[in-house]
């Protein structure tokens, strides 16, 4: 089974340190921030992360979208089943992320760039609002020679199942690219993610030069809501069943497989359609009282961690997104996008 093939599963995105810490208005004032928004640092930020490493109880996380989806699949599967792949600097930052995704048994091959810095992201808790300052650092200079290099290609080629997080399209399209072409050639398994509703938005045409090499698909609605905007699909926004199947049927070069559209809805069912079946899934998320919820940063991400997961151990579509839900679950009772140790069981609802 494809599970027990060592890294069966690669992931590619943008690696990110994420330095979370409770704050207080204080501290977001003293940085111009402000409650559960989310930008891109600019200079007066630069102290943020060393304010928050020195003195505020912070915690390390080893963060990025597919990072997170990477770790959580690493969480299910067997060791040695996942290898993540992006771009960090040589600095104290990228011993740090090497040591967060050691402890939890990633592999990780990072481009290594000599003059740009890890990328960080400041993470200020108050209350139930978060505030997010990110720096993307090397994450942004990540390249297809990195990619191509003999020891990397060797990991393509070994693997069966490739996961990319939206955020690359606007760093590397040619790496997404090259690795659609390598699973539609070989019949592998490619999975995108489109991660954030601005990819679809601003980043339209590297997203749809990589539909045809699709296998699944996966999105949230605001993501969903901002595809069928800037493609002029003529179907409301909040017709998720509508837009889950205009994605399952787009044009697909490697026809020994039929796509599959996983669109997720917070508390709301998980809507999935299946190229060429007209009727379309719904899937109620797995219950969990307000009391346990802890911090939904990242939930989607531990979704596709445990879906992907799934598809790598051979798991039925309807057993994929029951482990996708019940990582997710899991995740959200802990501080950010991070999975409890001991490692729990999964058990189906």
Same mark, same amino acid.
């Given at each position: 089974?494809?599970?027990?093939?060592?890294?069966?599963?690669?992931?590619?995105?943008?690696?990110?340190?994420?330095?979370?810490?409770?704050?207080?208005?204080?501290?977001?004032?003293?940085?111009?921030?402000?409650?559960?928004?989310?930008?891109?640092?600019?200079?007066?930020?630069?102290?943020?992360?060393?304010?928050?490493?020195?003195?505020?109880?912070?915690?390390?996380?080893?963060?990025?979208?597919?990072?997170?989806?990477?770790?959580?699949?690493?969480?299910?599967?067997?060791?040695?089943?996942?290898?993540?792949?992006?771009?960090?600097?040589?600095?104290?930052?990228?011993?740090?992320?090497?040591? *967060?995704?050691?402890?939890?048994?990633?592999?990780?091959?990072?481009?290594?760039?000599?003059?740009?810095?890890?990328?960080?992201?400041?993470?200020?808790?108050?209350?139930?609002?978060?505030?997010?300052?990110?720096?993307?650092?090397?994450?942004?200079?990540?390249?297809?020679?990195?990619?191509?290099?003999?020891?990397?290609?060797?990991?393509?080629?070994?693997?069966?199942?490739?996961?990319?997080?939206?955020?690359?399209?606007?760093?590397?399209?040619?790496?997404?690219?090259?690795?659609?072409?390598?699973? *539609?050639?070989?019949?592998?398994?490619?999975?995108?993610?489109?991660?954030?509703?601005?990819?679809?938005?601003?980043?339209?045409?590297?997203?749809?030069?990589?539909?045809?090499?699709?296998?699944?698909?996966?999105?949230?609605?605001?993501?969903?809501? *901002?595809?069928?905007?800037?493609?002029?699909?003529?179907?409301?926004?909040?017709?998720?069943?509508?837009?889950?199947?205009?994605?399952?049927?787009?044009?697909?070069?490697?026809?020994?497989?039929?796509?599959?559209?996983?669109?997720?809805?917070?508390?709301?069912?998980?809507?999935?359609?299946?190229?060429?079946?007209?009727?379309?899934?719904?899937?109620?998320?797995?219950?969990?009282?307000?009391?346990?919820?802890?911090?939904?940063?990242?939930?989607?991400?531990?979704?596709?961690?445990?879906?992907?997961?799934?598809?790598?151990?051979?798991?039925?579509?309807?057993?994929?997104?029951?482990?996708?839900?019940?990582?997710?679950?899991?995740?959200?009772?802990?501080?950010?996008?991070?999975?409890?140790?001991?490692?729990?069981?999964?058990?189906?609802?």
């Amino acid at each position: 089974m494809a599970a027990n093939k060592e890294f069966a599963l690669l992931c590619l995105e943008n690696p990110l340190l994420d330095i979370q810490a409770v704050g207080d208005k204080a501290l977001l004032d003293k940085y111009g921030l402000k409650d559960n928004d989310a930008i891109l640092a600019e200079e007066k930020h630069a102290p943020l992360y060393e304010d928050l490493l020195n003195n505020y109880d912070a915690k390390l996380i080893a963060g990025g979208a597919a990072q997170n989806t990477a770790r959580g699949a690493q969480y299910i599967l067997p060791p040695n089943s996942v290898v993540y792949l992006g771009g960090v600097g040589d600095d104290k930052y990228a011993a740090t992320l090497r040591d *967060a995704v050691k402890q939890v048994g990633l592999r990780v091959e990072y481009r290594v760039d000599p003059k740009i810095p890890t990328g960080r992201c400041g993470v200020v808790i108050t209350g139930h609002n978060r505030s997010l300052c990110t720096d993307l650092g090397a994450a942004n200079h990540y390249d297809l020679e990195h990619l191509k290099r003999e020891d990397i290609w060797a990991l393509v080629k070994g693997a069966q199942f490739y996961y990319v997080g939206g955020y690359h399209f606007t760093v590397c399209p040619a790496a997404i690219q090259t690795l659609g072409e390598e699973a *539609a050639a070989n019949d592998k398994v490619f999975v995108v993610n489109v991660s954030a509703p601005f990819i679809a938005q601003f980043f339209k045409d590297p997203l749809d030069e990589s539909s045809k090499y699709w296998d699944y698909v996966i999105c949230n609605e605001t993501e969903a809501a *901002a595809y069928a905007e800037s493609h002029n699909l003529n179907v409301a926004a909040t017709d998720i069943a509508a837009i889950a199947k205009h994605l399952a049927n787009l044009p697909k070069a490697n026809t020994k497989r039929p796509r599959v559209a996983v669109i997720t809805h917070g508390t709301e069912p998980t809507v999935v359609a299946q190229q060429g079946v007209d009727e379309v899934k719904s899937y109620p998320v797995h219950a969990i009282s307000k009391e346990q919820i802890n911090d939904t940063n990242g939930a989607g991400d531990a979704f596709a961690g445990g879906f992907v997961a799934g598809l790598v151990q051979g798991k039925t579509l309807d057993e994929a997104v029951d482990l996708g839900q019940w990582l997710a679950r899991l995740s959200i009772q802990e501080l950010g996008p991070s999975y409890p140790f001991p490692k729990q069981t999964y058990a189906k609802a």
